[in-house]
């Protein structure tokens, strides 16, 4: 081997190397360019998700405020359904009472406070199944227009007495409350 042959190789080995160097600093240089925008890219997405975040904190900020005023609502429709069930039954008493004193004025119902006394005098038909209040038809005395029949009832001479909203004797059952 001469030396012309051993600086061809030295110099051969030497452009090797050279460009097997090149070659790695040019690999490296992508590599950190690539790794650049990769991380820019995530950046993005990071930036991304956290505005997405974000909208899904305030969508649940939302709902939960929805929430809240749901049951602020449910509150006062249930306060509003409270005070209509009190008005309802204030109407209902105020209409039973209404009826209580149409009863104690009606002659031909029997209520308890005012014939109590009446109905203790009363003959008993049927001892255990009387009702509270009937017709007081049979203890009132016979009228001098009536006599009575074979079966110890009344029959009038003349008609009943009319009701003035109508023009036929009344054909009515008394309320029983």
Known sequence: MDSGQLIGIIIGVVVVLAIVVVAVMLSRKRKVEADRHKAVEMREKAKTDAIGAREREA????AEADAKQAEVEAERLREEARERQQEAEHVRAGAQEQLRKADELDPDVVTTKRDAHDRDQAPRESAGNEELRRDRSDRNPPAADQTPNAEGSRSPNT?????????GPRTDNPRNL
């Open 59 to 62: 969508q649940a900020a939302r």
């Open 159 to 167: 008609q009943a007495p009319t009701d003035p909203r109508n023009d």
